[in-house]
Every structure is written in structure tokens, then in C-alpha cells.
């Protein structure tokens, strides 16, 4: 009998699972357990990780991430946007109070651990996340999403209660560690439910302070009737880390949201935003910008899958690839029977400044009714000849026109970040990256 | 101040400048005229140092120095300059950021300081309104969803910026209508001047009503066949090229 069960478990389900909580944590724990057995890692042969071999994850040696790692406040200062009004912090996928700043939030806006609300701390909090939590990521299929549900224990929980208006940004900040040689793994939650004619602007940021670590992050997010979020998630994880992250969003009726996704770090990243438009008129705008330099992988796969009339999503994505870097874009929009009048475009560009970078791009439309407009366009190529020698004919270096086309290039997705301490933050980083893998370029 | 001497040149391996000679002198305007194909345009932008074209024999000389020596950006900062035929659209670079980049490249070279925004915008405003530049056009991406002639005003509005020693202007008058023609020759010869020599590039002779040349040339089929003085461009209406063509091709 014992025997039995260990061959149908997983070897990552072996280790001892997190315990505790109300019984329906523990069943959606069991259930992710379960689920990451049946499935187990995904391989090239799979559809959706065709061009992502995930292998170095799958036969990795990964130590469960220290919550409690010491990390004090000066060691965030120096981290990508540390510097929003309002910061939750989770330290390696566990909610740390001390480094959170949530003082003076309005009333009734919800901040803080997800663990102190599925334990029951607070009544109202809880039941809040048992209706939420789990509702959005898809143990059924996808591996990673079961692999962190199977590890359930903390993260961060945001609740903007019906008509609350957040005036300021409110930051959620994973910090992933690894301390010395050994790597290891955490599992980063959140759950945001954003009430109906309520409003709020969350940026997640994901950072680390160097090593090798695996961060396999899952964010759930339901916007409500005619309410308005404006997300950001921007990726720095350190050159040796594997970041898996899936973000899962629920559009009510006439609910508007834009998620803009920035991957700046992180040696094999895979991003997969899945927004799901339930309710007529709901508006979704997903933007992302990727820097591929070196030897790394960035692949962003997207799902919009408009399930109601009405619903105009727009997306545009773009990646800057230099050295020997690959990338992928995978952009699936679905149009449902009922979502007639859906209006859908979708757009992919990549700028390769090496002729040793790649990328592989596909647009997946599957249509079910029959008055919808969806356009998708794709473009991948190197800095526009013309472009250069018409600013040099004006007296323009060239690496002034150069440096003045790739801006031009990432500022089309730069202008749309509302913040603008947050826009001066990854502008910073993506053109002092950008600089440093110019000159290695120019040198060698 | 330019020289030009038994200029070859090829593109992709097709031979399109046969043996160029060219004086140009400060202060003067010279027409070059010619027929589709006959290389006049890669003449122009063999000048400006577009890297599309390879020159295989000959020399040209700028104010003493080796112009094909030099990169088509160096070109620039020593005062020369190319209205293009065809001005390239550069999304995502405003218009004022982009004129206004070109001219501090300029002074830096000069040694003079770089321009703040409130300067440039001081200059811009005393020189728009001779070719009739709008708010708009500064606003916009460089050439992005500009009609025609508002690409060409652009240029010839650059030119008034850059104040360049040798201007070229590639078939600028192509396309314009005869109120756009107007204002852009107007641009232009505001911009005559003694310390300042012009090259015209046109295939019809209507432009040079309005920028009235004082040498005219002939090229065709690679090489300066004819050349005279402003009166040639009036024969060359009335009788086309024929009468050049077949006793020299």
C-alpha cells in the first residue's frame, strides 16, 4: 500500500508538504499535490514549452527557500522600486510585516499576509480568500500552477472593498534568497479581488539578491463590475535565477484592466498571463517589454479569452535580444460562442541587435462567433538601415542613432507605465543593461 | 569647396556612376538634371555617404579633405547635407527631440554649447515660419504620417536649422504641388548665400523656375554629358534628353 503510493508521487511531493490552516486550504494543497504528480514537469513535447526546456529546474537539486531569511530594510533600498507609499514584502514566499509599509491605507483596503487571512485571524478577511483563492489557477493542466498550490502557505493578500478608490500605488515586492552554494525553490502567492466601481494600481515586483533560485510564482486577480486595475509586474530576479510565473486575471462587466509586464532579469523566465473577460464590456490591455541579453531565455505566453460580448483587448508586446539570447512569444486569443462584437489586437515586435539571438512567435486565434474583429501582427527584425543612416546623415553618431532607435523602440511600451517613479526605475535599469551589453557588443 | 573627379560607383554590382567631374565653388547653385535611371539620385546620396554604394574609382574632395573618407554622420557635422527623396519615418522619435539632437551634434562639433529647450525652441520659432512648420509637425514622430509635402518641408526646414555649407537637395520638388513647391523654394533660397554652395537635384525643369540654378548639367546614363548655364534647363524642357541621349550613350 505504502509502496503504491510512492511510485504515484511525485519526487518533488515527497519532501514534507506545508501544514496547517482550515480544511479546504489543506484540500486545495492536496489537490495541487495530486495534480503536480499526475502531470509532472512539462517537456519540449508539450505545445505550450516547445521552445522552453525547463529541464535545469526539472533536474535541479532546489532547498525550500528560508521565509525567515534575514533581510533588513537597507538591502531593499538598493532593489528595483523599493520605494512606493504603500509595500507589502514577501521574503522568499512569506509575508514579512516588519519590511511592509501599509499604514494609512483607506478604509477597509485589505493588505497584508495571506497566511494571516486563510488561518482565520481575521473573519471577514478569510472569507474573502476561501471564496477567491484558488479559483483562478488551473491545477487541472498546468504543472507549475499545481506545483505551487501543492505548496500553499503564505504570499500576499490585496482587497479593495466595492467603490474604495486607491488613490496611491500599492507594491507587492518578492524578494527571492538563496544563501550560499546550495539553490532553492519558493513558491510566491497573491491574491488580489479589487470590488466592483472600486479602483486600484498594484505593481508586483519580482527581485532577488543573487544565486541560483527557482521563484514559481502564481497571481490571481478579479477585477469586479466597472471597477479599474491598473497592474504592473516587473521581473528583475538575479542572472542565475529560474522565474515561472503565472498570472491569472477575472474581468467582471465592464471592468477595465491593463497589466504591463517588464522582464529585466532572470536566466530562464516564463511569464503566462491568462485574462479571462466574463462580463460584457469588460476591457482588458496586456503590455510587455523583455530584454533578452546573454545567454538567457524570456518567454511570454498570453491568453485573452473573451467569454462576452462586447470586449475590446488590446496587446502589444515587445523584446530587445542581444548576444546568444532566445526568446518566445505565444499570444492565444480566445473568442467564446457568446462574445460577439469582440474587437482584439494583438501585436508582437522584437528588435534583435545580435545575429546570434532568436526568437520564435506565434499568434493562436481560435474564433467561435462570428461578429468579431481581431487583428494580430507580428514583426521581428534588426535597427531600420534607413532609420540609421538618415539620423546619421543629420550629424547623429552611430551609436547615438543607435542608442536613439532602440529607445524609440522600448519608450512606445515605457510611456504607457502610469507611475512615473516606477517608469524612471525601469527605464534606468533597461538602459543600463542595454549600455552594458552595447559596449561588451561593440568591444568583442 | 567641392571637387569631383572621375567618380565610379556601383550598387550591387551594377555599374551606376561612370566617371563623375564636378566643380562646385561657395555661393553657387548647380542644377543637376537627367532622365529615370541616369544615377543623378546616387550621385547625391554617394555624397551624403549612404553605405548602400560602392565607389570604385575616383576621388571627391570637400574643403580640402577626402569626403569618402569620412562617415556619412562626420559628413554631416562638417556642413553636409542631403534633403532626402524619400525621408525615412522613425517611430517613436519626436520630431523637436530629433531636429533638436542634429543641431547640438552640430555645435558640439563647433565647439559652441548644446541648446537647452527653451533655446531651441527660440530658434525653431524664428525659422518655421518661412516653411510653414506647425505645432503638430514638431510634435509627431519624425516624418511619421506626414503628407508628402510636409516630408519635404520638414527637410528643407532642417536645412534652415543646420545652416550647412553644401546643401543637396534630392528630387525634393517630386510629388509637391505648386503651392508646396513654392514654399519650399522659398526655404531654399532664403537659404542662398555667398558662403554657401547648393546641388539640385530634379528631373523636371519646373523647380529650377523657382531656385534659379547658375550652372545646369546634364546626367546620363553615368556621366555629366552637357553642361551650361541656366538657359540648358529650358532647352532641356522644350526638347527632353533625346537630343543629348543617343549621340553620347
Known sequence: MTTQIAENVHPWMAAARPQGGPRWVQDLRERGATRFSALGFPTVR??????????????????????????????????????????????????????????GLPAGVR????AGTINGELQADSEIVQRYLGQLADVGTRAFDALNTARLQDGAFIHVPDGVILPDPLQVMFVSTADGGAASVSHPRLLIVVGDMAQARVVETYVGTGGRYFANAVSEVFVGENAVL??????????????????????????????????????????????????????????????????????????????????PSHELYKGILGGRARAVFNGKIIVRPDAQKTNAK?????????????????????????????THGAAIGQLDEDALFYLRARGLTFEEARDLLIHAFAGEILDRVQIDALKSAVEGELYAQLAKDLAEADAG | MLDIKKLKVEAAGAEILRGIDLHVDTGEVHAIMGPNGSGKSTLARVLAGHPEYEVTGGEVSYEGRDLLAMDPDERAREGVFMAFQYPVEIAGVNNA????????????????????????MQIIKEKAGLLDIDQGMLSRAVNEGFSGGEKKRNEIFQMALLEPKLAILDETDSGLDIDA????????????????????????????????????HVLTGGRIVKSGGKELALELEKRGYGWIEPALV
Open chain 1, 46 to 103: 508539450d505545445e505550450e514549452w516547445r521552445f522552453t526546456n525547463v529541464a535545469p529546474i526539472a533536474s535541479g537539486e532546489f532547498k525550500p527557500a528560508d521565509g525567515a531569511a534575514p533581510l533588513v530594510e537597507s538591502q531593499l533600498a538598493g532593489l528595483l522600486y523599493a520605494d512606493a507609499r504603500y509595500r507589502l514584502v514577501v521574503v522568499n514566499g512569506q509575508y514579512r510585516p516588519e519590511l511592509s509599509r501599509v499604514h
Open chain 1, 111 to 114: 493588505a497584508g499576509s495571506l
Open chain 1, 230 to 311: 491598473d497592474h504592473y509586474k516587473v521581473q528583475e530576479d538575479s542572472t542565475e535565477a529560474f522565474h515561472i510565473g503565472s498570472m491569472h486575471i477575472h474581468a467582471s462587466r465592464s471592468a477595465t484592466v491593463s497589466s504591463h509586464s517588464f522582464t529585466l532579469g532572470g536566466k530562464l523566465v516564463r511569464n503566462d498571463v491568462i485574462a479571462i473577460l466574463d462580463g460584457e464590456g469588460a476591457e482588458c490591455t496586456l503590455n510587455g517589454l523583455y530584454l533578452a541579453d546573454g545567454e538567457r531565455l524570456v518567454d511570454n505566453h498570453t491568453t485573452i479569452d473573451h467569454a462576452k460580448a462586447h470586449c
Open chain 1, 346 to 374: 494583438q501585436t508582437n515586435r522584437a528588435l534583435l541587435l545580435s545575429d546570434s539571438a532568436s526568437i520564435n512567435t506565434k499568434p493562436q486565434l481560435e474564433i467561435f462567433a462570428d461578429d468579431v474583429k481581431c
Open chain 2, 97 to 120: 527631440y530629433f531636429l533638436k539632437a542634429a543641431l547640438n551634434a552640430k555645435r558640439k562639433h563647433q565647439g559652441q554649447p548644446e541648446l537647452d529647450a527653451m533655446e531651441f
Open chain 2, 181 to 216: 513647391l513654392k514654399t519650399v523654394s522659398s526655404g531654399v533660397n532664403a537659404m542662398r548665400s555667398p558662403q554657401r554652395a547648393i546641388i539640385v537635384v530634379t528631373h523636371y525643369q519646373r523647380l529650377l523656375d523657382y531656385i534659379v540654378p547658375d550652372y545646369v
